[in-house]
């Protein structure tokens, strides 16, 4: 063969798809081409906005997913629903901490719908967030739904008087309490993206786009109940875990 047969040869072989390639081989050892065989990749999963706020406009607490999970404010002691600049948007700005009673509160609320709760397949959530370090308490929480105690939760707080953020899931029929606590805080008067993140078998919290820490969580943990999902608290009573800060963009998507 001479050297410029061999060489179209390569060429060929190069310049021919990974399947004409495969078919080729066949047909010199059978001497017979095997039928070609189309490989499609598998798409990316889908990622599915479950509820989105970002509080802007006249509607200031609907769900801009078109979901229908619009919020309502719930306040006690005098609190008042209030909005503050973030970037070219608006954000909500929670009641400060108080130490004599009675002290304002202020959580945002929507009932309980099947669509918010995960049960045991992976999914998200999270929020932007801003907390002065003269605000910390023991306990904030910025998104909750369910309790540790009864039932089943998911949770984003940010405890301490370091201010650092946390994700917390609580399985149906289990009282063990998952939590993932991240290695820094955010408790110093900037923005933060925190993002709590289940898995098919860890939960892993981000900050700022970086993961921070993760723990194992069981396969079948499973998120059910009737409770409302909370923005800012548990509630507007006392003992509720008020968040001192502002918050703004908050989200749960799947998977």
Known sequence: MSFWRRAAMIALVVTLPAAAIAVAATTRRTGRPSPAVWVTPSPPPLTVTVARYGFEGPRPWADVSRSGHDLTPFTGNRARPRRIPHGAGRAVQFPPPCTGEPCPRMILRVLSRDSLNPGAEPFSYGASVRLSPEHTTDGQNVIQKGYAAEGSQF???????????????????????????????????????????????????????????????????????????NIGGKSAHSHNDQFHGAVDDVWITRP
């Not at 301490?160 to 899931?169: D, F, I, Q, T």
């Not at 606590?181 to 008067?189: C, E, Y």
């Not at 939960?203 to 943990?221: C, F």
């Open 155 to 229: 949770k984003l707080q940010i405890d301490g008087r370091a201010g650092h953020p946390s994700c917390v899931l609580v399985g149906e029929d289990s009282r063990t309490i998952h939590v993932v606590v991240a290695d820094v805080g955010v408790a110093d008067g900037a923005w933060h993206r925190i993002i709590c993140r289940r898995g098919p078998a860890e939960l892993v919290i981000l900050v700022d786009g970086v993961s921070r820490s993760a723990t194992p969580i069981p396969a079948e943990l499973r998120i059910e109940n009737v409770m409302s999902l």
